[in-house]
């Protein structure tokens, strides 16, 4: 267990490989504090969580755990928060394994109410995980305690999330995050993310669990999870299609804002126990667009992208092809390849990119 000097630990609520958080009190003062402290972090790590603190202290955010401090050790960084009545959701579905639908439905709305706050400001979170929510199960409050990821709510530097991820990230990621697709991540990305933590909550486990990256990225692109009421025959259907809305691939047929969310989660609780529940109530009625969000979708290229697919289903029958994409600058043909990419994801093909004569550009910069 990683110690910071001038303080006593409590209690554990995390202990994640590459992060503890804990309950301690200060030995000078006798005061609690919450503490979440980095083993072994890189610069690039420091920087991060400096940066954190200064815009949580900016924005004032209520539905963030205060930041008070940063205490940097030789192998060890902590961000000492103002201490609150409560746990790390990760901590509650520990100890409870999973939640009861009505349960869930309150403590759901709660975190609703926390994201909608974030994104309403024009905020989307990036790594929304159980570890980084702090609840308080009995007024069912929630705080956030991560905001590392944190950016405006349109971001295109999908390529660069897996530069300093640790494993656990991966298993809450959206489809767009993993760079590996033609799409903007927006706010959207959060609702995915989202997703993942009710199924969690709602059956216990994940709904990707797999030792390698590659099959774990390859599953939140184009696998569809086992529906929840398989994993639990005794769940609503109503909630497991709620999650399932949030689960889905394409941003587009996700939720588009928390109120429509939060209406549903709401009245769900009227058809716990109605399978046919639709002939009552539609899924999504109160949900509408409430940003501009910009469209993935390219234009005019249909005639190249059949030619790129004839060609790479030749390839698949071991019929060598080569394509070379010509044009000015700017014209879109990085856009034209990362289209292309995206029609041929579902097939489990490894995409590889390299740039010609990096490595001598990248000496020559350095």
Excluded at 94 to 115: D, E, G, N, Y
Excluded at 120 to 138: A, K, M, Q, Y
Excluded at 254 to 260: E, I
């Amino acid at each position: 267990m990683v110690t910071i000097k001038g303080f006593e630990s409590i209690e554990t609520m995390v202990d994640a490989p590459l992060f503890s958080m804990m309950r301690v009190e200060d030995l000078l003062r006798h005061e609690k504090y919450i503490a979440k402290v980095y083993r072994n972090p890189n610069e690039h790590q420091i920087q991060s969580l400096k940066n954190m603190v200064q815009l949580v202290i900016e924005k004032n955010w209520v539905e963030a755990l205060q930041p008070l401090s940063v205490v940097q050790q030789q192998d060890s960084i902590a961000v000492i928060f103002k201490d609150s009545a409560g746990c790390m959701l990760q901590q509650y579905l520990h100890q409870q394994k999973k939640i009861k639908p009505t349960s869930f439905v309150r403590l759901a709305l709660s975190i609703c109410r926390m994201l909608s706050a974030f994104h309403s400001g024009g905020w989307i979170i990036g790594n929304l995980r159980p570890e980084h929510i702090f609840i308080d199960p009995e007024d069912a409050v929630c705080k956030l305690s991560d905001f590392r990821k944190a950016s405006r709510v349109f971001k295109k530097e999908a390529d660069n999330y897996f530069a300093f991820a640790s494993a656990g990230d991966l298993d809450y990621i959206s489809p767009e995050q993993t760079g590996r697709i033609n799409q903007v991540i927006d706010f959207r990305s959060d609702y995915y993310s989202l997703g993942v933590i009710f199924y969690e909550m709602l059956t216990g486990r994940l709904p990707f669990i797999s030792t390698s990256t590659s099959e774990l990225l390859y599953a939140h692109i184009a696998r569809q999870p086992a529906a929840l009421n398989v994993v639990d025959p005794y769940l609503p259907q109503v909630l497991n299609d709620i999650v399932l809305k949030l689960l889905a691939k394409n941003p587009q047929n996700r939720y588009q804002g928390t109120a429509g969310l939060m209406y549903d989660l709401e009245q769900s609780i009227r058809f716990f126990n109605d399978d046919n529940y639709r002939e009552n109530f539609r899924l999504g009625e109160k949900d509408y667009v409430s940003r501009i969000t910009i469209s993935a979708k390219l234009m005019g290229r249909d005639p190249e992208l059949v030619l790129m697919n004839d060609a790479y289903n030749l390839a698949r029958i071991e019929k060598k092809q080569a394509l070379y994409i010509g044009g000015y600058s700017g014209v879109g043909k990085t856009r034209l390849v990362q289209e292309f990419q995206r029609t041929v994801v579902e097939t489990a093909t490894f995409i590889t990119k390299a740039w010609p004569y990096i490595i001598v550009i990248l000496g020559i910069n350095s």
